[in-house]
């Protein structure tokens, strides 16, 4: 009997060794490695789509930064552009007024008054040519150059003495460039062949 009791005491605890795994360590849905392989494969997939996208994402987001910044440069240098136009007109009246009382004060006029007019007009003119350089406002001077539609709008033809078909021979009235940018048309006379 006390073989049957050692025998019954060791099947219980061999039974207790040998029972049933412990139902955590058992997976819920047992995979195949087929099933695993695809599935990992999906997950690779999804991983580059989404760092392509990522990447597309930063390109984009930098060409709109570039591209913002260019805007606002492009403001601060050009958003004076409808006050230059409107002061350039002012410069023009300024520098006929100028050149009138130039003829008036002619040595032969002895009028000191009439002389100081103009040398004081000829004051504002230089300082005002100096502010306008000062913020990237620049005259044209095309006289003796090549026609060019970009910077020039023609007024009239004259005949070539002495300068090649094409050149600008004469400016009426002067052109303008903020920062490079033409901002108003120089009004000029090309010289052409005469036909005789």
């Known amino acids: 009997s006390s073989c049957v009791f050692s025998t019954a005491a060791q099947q219980r605890s061999t039974g207790d060794e040998c029972g049933p795994e412990d139902p955590r360590d058992e997976p819920k849905h047992p995979l195949s490695d087929c099933a695993l392989e695809h599935k990992a494969i999906k997950l690779e997939e999804q991983v580059r789509d989404l760092t392509e996208r990522y990447r597309k994402a930063l390109a984009d987001s930098e060409n709109v930064r570039r591209r913002t910044q260019k805007f606002v440069e492009d403001a601060k240098l050009f958003g004076i552009q409808s006050f230059c136009r409107d002061l350039v007109e002012v410069a023009d009246i300024l520098e006929k007024t100028a050149e009138s009382a130039a003829e008036d004060a002619e040595p032969s006029n002895p009028n000191p008054t009439l002389k100081k007019i103009y040398e004081g007009l000829s004051l504002i003119e230089a300082k005002l040519q100096s502010v306008f350089a000062k913020h990237g406002l620049h005259k044209m001077n095309p006289v003796g150059g090549k026609y060019d539609p970009y910077?020039?709008?023609?007024?009239?033809?004259?005949?070539?003495?002495?300068?090649?078909?094409?050149?600008?021979?004469?400016?009426?009235?002067?052109?303008?460039?903020?920062?490079?940018r033409t901002i108003?048309?120089?009004?000029?006379?090309?010289?052409?062949?005469?036909?005789?």
Request: with cysteine; aromatic share 2%.
């Open 151 to 180: 910077d020039h709008e023609i007024v009239c033809h004259v005949p070539a003495e002495g300068l090649q078909p094409g050149t600008i021979a004469l400016v009426t009235q002067d052109g303008y460039k903020l920062h490079g």
């Open 184 to 196: 108003r048309h120089a009004l000029v006379g090309v010289a052409v062949e005469s036909q005789e």
